[in-house]
């Protein structure tokens, strides 16, 4: 039969183990929304693709640096004239949404420069992250049974004991923080062809990587020897 809180043969101890880390980004996601008008549907959906394609190109471009793209969402909406009768359609709005995740940081703020410098394009992000799978995860966790074993010794020692069985080590969770708040956002923009012309391109935006906190935590219970009290 199982005693819950041990005996005056096998006291038992319960202590919590927490770890806090403080590392480097692995991974960066932006993205990237592309969109269009036109006075009737063909030619916004023609401007969308085109768009659209040259945006992919320009993602394309870089190669490894950009690990993972995908399309979401896409629509042609239609805009209604406010007054007059019946549904008559003012414009079209056409907007297709892309998402890259780059690992390469030295090539994001020259990516997310150009990308905001296409027509009617937005850019949001840096949205910073670890991979699922980081190592940084299993460290944390490690170091927090390191500490639910040292605080459980350090309790049994002030009793002038020791530890002799691992009873139970309850995972109660870990998770980075600080990693999904946008470091950067750009609007679409609308330019005549003249003033292409005249531009020069953008300089590339300095994104400082935001250092993701880690946290794991443990609950764990040992039986000590008895203690002499």
Same mark, same amino acid.
């Given at each position: 039969?199982?005693?819950?809180?041990?005996?005056?043969?096998?006291?038992?101890?319960?202590?919590?183990?927490?770890?806090?880390?403080?590392?480097?980004?692995?991974? +960066?996601?932006? &993205?990237?929304?592309?969109?269009?008008?036109?006075?009737?549907?063909? *030619? $916004? =959906?023609?401007? @969308? #693709?085109? !768009?659209?394609?040259?945006?992919?190109?320009?993602?394309?471009?870089?190669?490894?640096?950009?690990?993972?793209?995908?399309?979401?969402?896409?629509?042609?909406?239609?805009?209604?004239?406010?007054?007059?009768?019946?549904?008559?359609?003012? +414009?079209?709005? &056409?907007?297709?949404?892309?998402?890259?995740?780059?690992?390469?940081? *030295? $090539? =994001?703020?020259? @990516? #997310?420069? !150009?990308?905001?410098?296409?027509?009617?394009?937005?850019?949001?992000?840096?949205?910073?992250?670890?991979?699922?799978?980081?190592?940084?995860?299993?460290?944390?966790?490690?170091?927090?049974?390191?500490?639910?074993?040292?605080?459980?010794?350090?309790?049994?020692?002030?009793?002038?004991?020791?530890?002799?069985?691992?009873?139970?080590?309850?995972?109660?969770?870990?998770?980075?923080?600080?990693?999904?708040?946008?470091?950067?956002?750009?609007?679409?923009?609308?330019?005549?062809?003249?003033?292409?012309?005249?531009?020069?391109?953008?300089?590339?935006?300095?994104?400082?990587?935001?250092?993701?906190?880690?946290?794991?935590?443990?609950?764990?219970?040992?039986?000590?020897?008895?203690?002499?009290?």
């Amino acid at each position: 039969m199982t005693v819950p809180h041990g005996t005056p043969d096998a006291p038992r101890i319960s202590v919590r183990g927490e770890a806090h880390l403080e590392v480097d980004p692995e991974i +960066a996601r932006i &993205g990237v929304t592309v969109a269009s008008r036109g006075k009737d549907r063909r *030619t $916004a =959906l023609d401007d @969308l #693709t085109r !768009r659209n394609t040259a945006a992919l190109d320009l993602l394309k471009s870089y190669g490894d640096a950009v690990e993972h793209l995908e399309t979401g969402s896409f629509s042609v909406t239609p805009e209604l004239k406010e007054h007059g009768r019946g549904e008559r359609v003012h +414009a079209y709005h &056409g907007r297709v949404h892309l998402t890259a995740e780059l690992t390469d940081f *030295t $090539a =994001l703020g020259e @990516l #997310t420069t !150009r990308l905001a410098d296409l027509d009617l394009t937005r850019v949001d992000g840096p949205f910073w992250a670890l991979r699922r799978d980081s190592p940084a995860y299993r460290e944390a966790r490690q170091q927090a049974v390191r500490e639910a074993v040292q605080r459980a010794r350090e309790y049994a020692e002030a009793l002038g004991t020791t530890l002799v069985a691992l009873i139970e080590l309850t995972d109660t969770g870990d998770f980075a923080a600080e990693g999904s708040r946008p470091q950067f956002a750009a609007g679409p923009r609308m330019r005549s062809r003249a003033a292409y012309a005249e531009d020069t391109a953008a300089a590339p935006l300095d994104l400082e990587p935001q250092r993701q906190h880690v946290h794991a935590q443990v609950d764990a219970r040992f039986t000590m020897a008895p203690p002499r009290l």
